[in-house]
């Protein structure tokens, strides 16, 4: 027989176990309750959020592409269809739409411009401007140039090896006429040395990666060429300024006279042996005065002070500069072209020539082969035969009273 005390003790302990068991089951569904809560509250934030809905790009319909106004959707518009494709964007880019820049047009204008128009430069595809000036660069400017520049060399040097020197056929007298001036050779050295300094450091610069770099390696062919170019910079305006006084210093003694077609229906004497009449200057000289000194050495040097950024006023736009730099490089090539027979001619092609532009004088004898008609002006008194010094007054020399 059980005792009151100990069916007591068994109840409670029931009741015990119950109670721990019903508070487990209730703290187990007010732990999910939270947890549930939280869970719903950001999807329920997204749904009441305007503006811009994300999407799975995978559940992205096709069909989005087949709407006829596709290609002409703005960014905003396609990205209601296809979030995150920017391709409206891009698409403008390219084409050259000028887009927003806080910048000022005065010191950068094509700031709202990321890649240039459609062109068609002469040579190239239709394309964006920089791909047009790019293909015309390195298909046409630097093979063909180059080719010309070398073939060039090649005729001189054929020639020199077949003709060599052109002598004087008489013996000198001793006698001298001035043929220069002293300031008409400052002006020609000025000019020649600038001259030099362009075509040569030009000629690095867009040839050098082919004959130089190889050599010497890519470091060092990087700090010549920028040197070089600095130097280029600023021999720049130097002939500039030469060649205006140059012009303006020889324009009188070659305009064209009857007698220079003469010299060039007979070539000049090249071939024959036998000097064709002319006066200070043939019809060489002055072929090469007015195509290459005049056209195009004012040509290369209104081009080159647009690349320089010298010329006040202009803005100074990517085409500009593009179609300034196509410009500047036909022009110097046909220049160096021409003038490379200049310089032949007037060092190892003829003797005399060189003397006669360092010290300014030449034998009579010398006057009267390659230049007769200015011989006889000079024996006829039409022309001093020493200019400067009849320029200059006549001093008279100071006596003592005493």
């Not at 709407?67 to 269809?81: C, F, H, I, S, W």
């Not at 006429?177 to 362009?198: G, K, V």
């Not at 910079?233 to 060649?243: E, H």
């Not at 803005?315 to 032949?344: C, D, K, N, P, W």
């Amino acid at each position: 027989m059980q005792r009151p005390s100990d069916t007591l003790w068994r109840a409670a302990r029931a009741l015990a176990a119950g109670l721990l068991i019903a508070g487990g089951l209730a703290g187990g569904a007010f732990a999910q309750d939270k947890a549930a809560a939280p869970a719903s509250a950001p999807a329920a934030a997204a749904a009441a959020m305007p503006g811009i809905k994300g999407q799975n790009i995978m559940e992205v319909k096709p069909e989005a592409s087949q709407d006829p106004n596709y290609l002409k959707q703005t960014n905003a518009e396609r990205g209601q269809v296809q979030p995150g494709n920017n391709a409206p964007m891009w698409r403008q880019v390219g084409q050259g739409v000028t887009g927003y820049s806080s910048l000022p047009l005065s010191e950068a204008p094509e700031a709202g411009n990321l890649i240039q128009k459609f062109v068609q430069y002469p040579g190239s595809r239709l394309t964006n401007a920089g791909e047009a000036w790019r293909q015309v660069r390195n298909q046409y400017l630097i093979p063909y140039g180059g080719s010309l520049l070398l073939i060039v060399l090649g005729a001189i040097a054929l020639f020199y090896w077949r003709k060599g020197t052109i002598e004087l056929h008489g013996q000198e007298t001793g006698r001298k006429i001035e043929r220069f001036t002293p300031f008409e050779r400052s002006a020609h050295w000025a000019n020649a040395i600038a001259f030099c300094a362009l075509a040569i450091s030009g000629i690095v610069m867009a040839f050098g990666k082919f004959f130089i770099q190889p050599v010497i390696g890519n470091a060092l062919f990087g700090w010549l060429a920028y040197a070089l170019k600095n130097i280029h910079n600023f021999a720049g305006p130097l002939f500039a300024v030469s060649l205006v006084i140059v012009i303006v210093t020889f324009v009188r003694d070659n305009i064209p006279s009857k007698e220079d077609l003469t010299w060039i229906l007979k070539g000049g004497g090249l071939f024959s042996g036998t000097e064709v009449p002319s006066h200070r200057f043939n019809a060489g000289e002055k072929i090469l005065f007015w195509s290459g000194v005049f056209f195009l050495g004012l040509v290369v040097v209104a081009s080159g002070l647009v690349l320089d950024k010298l010329i006040p006023g202009l803005v100074y736009e990517r085409g500009t500069m593009q179609i300034s730099h196509m410009v500047h490089a036909v022009a110097t090539v046909l220049m160096m072209a021409m003038f490379m027979g200049h310089i032949y001619m007037g060092t190892i092609g003829m003797r005399g020539a060189y003397s006669a532009m360092r010290d300014g004088q030449v034998d009579e004898t010398w006057a009267r082969e390659h230049h007769e008609l200015w011989y006889d002006d000079i024996k006829a008194g039409k022309i001093p035969a020493q200019r400067s010094q009849s320029a200059e007054p006549a001093v008279k020399p100071v006596t003592s009273p005493h």
